[in-house]
C-alpha cells in the first residue's frame, strides 16, 4: 500500500512539473508581457552631438601646422595645399546655396577680403572649398557660383567631406589663414558682422598683422552661416 502511495505521489508531482514548464514557454499566453522592441537611433540634428563627434575628430588646430590634403578642382585637376608651400593661404568653405555665401559675395566682403590679402601678399593664395557632401546641386554650382561673381580663385569640392571634417569647418563661410610656414594662424568668421556691414574682415586683419610681424589676434572666433552639408 506504502509503495501504491508514493507511486502516485511521484506521478502527480511530475504532472504539475510538466504544467509550470509549457506555462513558462508559452509567455504571454500565461500572463507574461511581451518585450519591448528596442527603439531606433534618432539621427544627430545638426549642430548636436553628430557635429561634437566631427569637431573632435578634426586635427587642423591654431599654432600648428595645417594639415595637407589634395582635392579635384572644378574643372577636374588635382589640387595640393603642398602646392602652395611657402606662400600665404586663405581656405574659404562655401556652399552656392547658402543665402549667408550669396549675401558675402554680393555685399563684396568676399571681394574685400581677396582685395586686401592681395594688398598684403600678391601672391596670396586664396581658394574655395566646398564640402556640401549631401548636396551634389551646391557642388555643380561652385564653379558659376564663383564666375558670376567674378571672384577668380582656385574652387575645391570635397565631396566626400573628409577636409571638412579634418579642418573643423563648420559653417559656409568659415575661413582660415595659414602661413608661408604652412602653420595655421587664423580660422574662425570671415568678417565682425554675420548680419552685413562688418567693420572688421577677420582674414586681412590676420594678414595685416602677419605682414607686421605681429601675432594675430583674434587667431580664433566664431563662424557664422549656414551649416557645412557633409
Same mark, same amino acid.
Given at each position: 500500500?506504502?509503495? &501504491?502511495?508514493? /507511486?502516485? /505521489? !511521484?506521478?502527480?508531482?511530475?504532472?504539475?512539473?510538466?504544467?509550470?514548464? /509549457?506555462?513558462?514557454?508559452?509567455?504571454?499566453?500565461?500572463?507574461?508581457?511581451?518585450?519591448?522592441?528596442? #527603439?531606433?537611433?534618432?539621427?544627430?540634428?545638426?549642430?548636436?552631438?553628430?557635429?561634437? #563627434?566631427?569637431? #573632435?575628430? !578634426?586635427?587642423?588646430?591654431?599654432?600648428?601646422?595645417?594639415?595637407?590634403?589634395?582635392? $579635384?578642382?572644378?574643372?577636374?585637376?588635382?589640387?595640393?595645399?603642398?602646392?602652395?608651400?611657402? $606662400?600665404?593661404?586663405?581656405?574659404?568653405?562655401?556652399?552656392?546655396?547658402?543665402? %549667408?555665401?550669396?549675401?558675402?559675395? =554680393?555685399?563684396?566682403?568676399? !571681394?574685400?577680403?581677396?582685395?586686401?590679402?592681395?594688398?598684403?601678399?600678391?601672391?596670396? %593664395?586664396?581658394?574655395?572649398?566646398?564640402?556640401?557632401?549631401?548636396?551634389?546641386?551646391?557642388?555643380?554650382?561652385?564653379?558659376? *557660383?564663383?564666375?558670376?561673381?567674378?571672384?577668380?580663385?582656385? !574652387?575645391?569640392?570635397?565631396?566626400?567631406?573628409?577636409?571638412?571634417?579634418? &579642418?573643423?569647418?563648420?559653417?559656409?563661410?568659415?575661413? &582660415?589663414?595659414?602661413?608661408?610656414?604652412?602653420?595655421?594662424? *587664423?580660422?574662425?568668421?570671415?568678417?565682425?558682422?554675420?548680419?552685413?556691414?562688418?567693420?572688421?574682415?577677420?582674414?586681412?586683419?590676420?594678414?595685416?598683422?602677419? #605682414?607686421?610681424?605681429?601675432?594675430? =589676434?583674434?587667431?580664433?572666433?566664431?563662424?557664422?552661416?549656414?551649416?557645412?552639408? *557633409?
Amino acid at each position: 500500500m506504502k509503495t &501504491y502511495l508514493a /507511486l502516485a /505521489l !511521484a506521478a502527480s508531482l511530475a504532472v504539475g512539473f510538466t504544467a509550470t514548464t /509549457l506555462a513558462q514557454d508559452t509567455g504571454n499566453k500565461q500572463g507574461e508581457r511581451p518585450a519591448k522592441a528596442p #527603439k531606433p537611433d534618432r539621427p544627430a540634428r545638426e549642430g548636436g552631438k553628430g557635429d561634437a #563627434k566631427a569637431g #573632435k575628430a !578634426a586635427v587642423a588646430k591654431v599654432g600648428e601646422a595645417a594639415p595637407n590634403f589634395t582635392l $579635384k578642382t572644378t574643372d577636374g585637376k588635382d589640387w595640393s595645399l603642398t602646392d602652395a608651400k611657402g $606662400k600665404v593661404v586663405v581656405l574659404e568653405w562655401v556652399n552656392p546655396e547658402c543665402p %549667408v555665401c550669396v549675401r558675402v559675395m =554680393s555685399d563684396g566682403t568676399v !571681394a574685400n577680403a581677396l582685395k586686401g590679402a592681395k594688398e598684403q601678399y600678391p601672391d596670396v %593664395v586664396f581658394v574655395a572649398v566646398n564640402s556640401s557632401a549631401s548636396r551634389k546641386s551646391s557642388l555643380d554650382a561652385t564653379a558659376k *557660383y564663383l564666375k558670376d561673381n567674378k571672384i577668380e580663385i582656385p !574652387a575645391l569640392l570635397d565631396s566626400d567631406g573628409a577636409v571638412g571634417k579634418m &579642418y573643423g569647418a563648420r559653417t559656409t563661410p568659415h575661413c &582660415y589663414v595659414i602661413d608661408a610656414n604652412g602653420t595655421l594662424v *587664423y580660422q574662425g568668421a570671415i568678417d565682425d558682422n554675420q548680419s552685413g556691414g562688418g567693420k572688421t574682415n577677420y582674414v586681412v586683419n590676420a594678414l595685416t598683422q602677419l #605682414k607686421k610681424g605681429e601675432k594675430v =589676434s583674434p587667431s580664433e572666433t566664431k563662424p557664422y552661416g549656414c551649416s557645412v552639408k *557633409y
